[in-house]
């Protein structure tokens, strides 16, 4: 669980995040939805520790995220575009982050299989497609069990069938108890996998339920409108 | 093995394993070789490649430096994402990129006189002289690719920084120098212009190495004054010590900036 309190960021006169609350639960899959320039990426990079707060905290299973790096190592971070060392294979960057985390455990190999990469990981990362670095960067997510799963637009470049595979995968960690935050422009993909939506307008909470909860307020049976109905309100508000 | 060593590692194979890296090694060994071959002797051949080495060092590590790092800017927040500190982060980063440029440059030159071997003993301690000031350049300049790619997130403006620097040491600064000494050639310039020498990376190896060399009409005004108040192996151990605080501040400084970035 990922606990988000009073989180303020300012980057010079850009006031970015203003005094932020969210929780994210175990074994829930947590939208981050909003308009761009709204905190999104700025809320993951903080929760990440790859950006500092002004104030506020952040706290996972009760633990501040301050405390040490460790907590690192219970994070899969996927980021938006996989861009990787070009003269290094998909098992180079394996083995490093294998050594980085100190992990010796059994890794999670099922999206090798099921993505059918096992002739890709060998060969440099330059001569891989997009789509096929993309497939690498969802691989590498998910190869170390984590428990906390980070997933910043999952299925962007991904063929519909890839795409599938990753949302199933997606479902299957939340289902085995694992804390899932999402941010995509995807609205269909949201609506699939959502459990629990957190809108951010301004550097706040607009909305923070699920996904059932924010139909219902918007009056809208799918989750675009919803979100559309969000923002009009705040821009009238 | 420390989280520093395995970063430099993995970095280490990919900068090794790129083009560019193969070009700038191909081209130290074709200047080295072409002038071992026809300069006559192994003096003047390294006289020549000292030229093309302190010209062309500085530019190459400076430009590379903050390309790759913009480059690799998406896989550093991913390692920055993983459990590691950030100051293991970045000497690894800052190992990965300077030892494979430095041992590009190493072969390069002096493969060739490894090949033909030294017509005069001497010949080898400047040659591993010439090296040493190639590497401690190559240094520098990594650190000060490091301080511009962190400095601006903009590419464009970073690049333009990193020639910008460039011109600066290499090709205006002594231009100035000389401007000094001629506009105020009435006063005793020779502690200034001293200064000013021990103040640019470039110009400082440039002395480290003539004084080697011997030949005081090919070292330019700051040379010779460099010379007449140190002389010999004082002068080139001051050269030296300066040249390391060279390498350490801007390594600190982009330390520093790598720890409080907000990526």
Redesign the interface.
Known sequence: MIEVNELEKR?GALHVLRGLDLTMGSGRVTAVVGPNGAGKTTLI?II?????ADSGSVRIDGKPIEAD?????R?G?M?Q????????SAL?LM???R????SDGPVDEELVERLRLADELHK?IRTLSGGTRQKVNAV?TFLFRPEILILDEPTVGLDPISSGIVKDKILAERGAGNTVVLTSHIMSDLEELADDVAFLADGRIGYAGTLFDLKRITRQNNLERAVAAMMTWGKAA | ?S?TM??AR??G???L??RWMLVYTLFFLTASYGLLRFAGSGNKALLSLMSVVLFLVPLVTVVYGTVYLY?????T?????????RWQLFTGLYLGLTVPLSLGLAAGVSLPFMMYGFDEPALAGTLAVLVLAGVALTSVFTAFAFLIALRYDDRLRGLGAAIGLWLVLSLLYDGLVLFLVAAFGDYPLERAVLGLTLANPVDLARVMLLLRFDISALMGYTGAVFQRFFGGVEGATLAAMMLGLWISAPVALGLRAFRRK??
């Open positions: 980057f990079k990440l520790g790859l950006t500092r790096d460790d907590y690192r190592s994070i971070y980021p575009i996989g861009r990787f060392p070009e003269n290094l180079d083995a490093l982050l050594e980085l985390r100190g440099p590498l | 093995m989280t395995k970063v993995y970095e194979s990919n900068v394993r790129s480059s690799a800017r998406e896989f927040e991913l390692l920055l994402a993983q459990p590691v500190k907000d990526f």
